[in-house]
């Protein structure tokens, strides 16, 4: 098991009393699997990204990592997992490949130039290396966060929205070599996405969000025929999203 999160909830103060952002929700992923974690805007996905990587503590909950908990073994742990959103900004003075280079050393990895030159043909951002972040557009960002989400060859990646500004030809390719990772190094995935046909290629199961809670999970047509009440031969997860958003509205 690379993830287990137990009871996990997180409470935010706020002067009309407290927010549940997550609200006791537990799951696990198993080696080499790309989970799904959907949901609409403010559902607790991105808190949860947050609180995996230990930039948010928990108000309850466990979370184990490799066999670990997070809390006792959180350096070690973060060495062996990465992360990327275009929502995420990197120092914007400067360039791609001196941005790279920093986040190699913070993960010690081995012949650190080698591995970023690797990766910015990998991405196809070789004429973009000496720019300076500040001059990128929001596609050419998400390819840059995407090379410095696997410089570390991590076995857990939590990929927030990772294609949201990428063309379609971009983010097809980048959906390629995601899986191409997966399959050939064992990569353990989250993956968080609106878009639903992306879920569809990508994912082995899903947990769907609202409101901070659980609301279903499984395998896409576990969660289709769970939510829609009927039999289906195909996921239908686009229907899924506006039926389960519908029917747990406060």
Do not use: W
């Not at 230990?54 to 742990?77: C, M, S, V, W, Y």
């Not at 062996?80 to 275009?86: A, H, K, L, V």
């Not at 998400?142 to 379609?168: H, Q, Y």
């Not at 290629?201 to 809670?213: P, S």
């Amino acid at each position: 098991m690379i993830l287990q999160v137990k009871n996990l909830t997180k409470k935010f103060s706020a002067k009309g009393g407290d927010f549940t952002a997550v609200d006791n929700i537990s799951f696990e992923i198993n080696e080499g699997e790309i989970l799904g974690f959907l949901g609409p805007n403010g559902a607790g996905k991105t808190t949860t990204i947050y609180i995996l990587l230990g930039l948010i503590t928990p108000t309850a909950g466990d979370i184990f990592i490799f066999e670990k908990n997070l809390e006792t073994h959180r350096q070690e742990i973060l060495q062996q997992m990465n992360f990327t959103s275009p929502y995420v900004s990197l120092p914007y003075r400067l360039t791609v490949f001196e941005n790279l280079l920093i986040f190699a050393h913070l993960y010690n990895v081995p012949n650190p130039k080698k591995r970023i030159e690797e990766l910015i043909d990998l991405f196809g951002i070789r004429n973009l290396r000496d720019e300076p972040v500040s001059h990128l557009s929001a596609g050419e960002n998400t390819r840059v966060g995407l090379a410095k989400a696997l410089l570390n060859k991590p076995r857990l990646i939590l990929l927030d929205e990772p294609t949201a500004s990428l063309d379609p030809q971009m983010a097809h390719e980048a959906r390629e070599i995601l899986l191409r990772v997966q399959k050939e190094e064992r990569t353990t995935i989250l993956y968080t996405s609106h878009n639903m046909a992306e879920i569809e290629k990508l994912c082995n199961r899903i947990v769907f969000l609202n409101h901070g809670r659980i609301i279903a999970s499984g395998t896409l047509m576990e969660v289709t025929n769970a939510i829609l009440r009927e039999e289906r031969k195909e996921p239908a997860l686009e229907e899924v999203f506006f039926r389960a958003v519908k029917e747990t509205k406060i």
